[in-house]
């Protein structure tokens, strides 16, 4: 069983009551150690730690919090001898967050990429990509793109997180 959810604590409490609720049916105890409850990210990265060689992403790769993310967005800004000042490392960050939302590559986004705006973007998007690469991290937006690309890339990982993975359960699914 698989239950995901948007938030740490509320994947928490739903283990909680499923182990729960597993232990009051009388089922072996090792029933309650087989659910897996946790949220989208946390669920995606262990996809990706586990499978994610198949795509080129190592085991013992980094996951970079919002601040990771704009430190690095501040220093390609500074690379490119782009003012922080016009160009706000978190500005920059959300809009290349809005494209990964959208599955855009850096290649995708710059067929969007119309006014100075739009052209800083991805080249600090391509930039942003190279070198989280090169630092073996992904950011949470990567966690969710790259568990999907591993699913759709190999059959065989799908087939066996599917077998793995009979029941799924989606906390606010109509928020998803």
């Known amino acids: 069983i698989l239950a995901v959810t948007f938030t740490n604590k509320s994947a928490g409490e739903m283990k909680e009551r499923m182990s729960s609720l597993l232990t009051k049916t009388g089922l072996p105890a090792d029933a309650a150690a087989r659910l897996q409850a946790g949220t989208f990210h946390s669920f995606c990265a262990k996809i990706l730690r586990v499978d994610g060689k198949e795509i080129g992403i190592p085991p013992s790769f980094l996951i970079y919090d919002t601040e990771d993310q704009k430190q690095l967005v501040k220093q390609i800004l500074e690379e490119l001898?782009?003012?922080?000042?016009?160009?706000?490392?978190?500005?920059?960050?959300?809009?290349?967050?809005?494209?990964?939302?959208?599955?855009l590559s850096p290649l995708g986004y710059s067929e969007y990429a119309k006014n100075e705006w739009g052209e800083t973007v991805f080249k600090v998007y391509s930039a942003y990509q190279k070198k989280i690469k090169e630092n073996q991290a992904l950011d949470f937006d990567d966690l969710l793109l790259k568990a999907t690309s591993l699913l759709e890339k190999s059959p065989r990982v799908l087939a066996k997180w599917q077998e793995k993975l009979t029941h799924v359960f989606v906390d606010e699914w109509q928020d998803t």
């Open 81 to 103: 001898n782009l003012s922080t000042d016009v160009f706000s490392p978190a500005a920059v960050l959300a809009s290349i967050s809005d494209a990964k939302t959208q599955m």
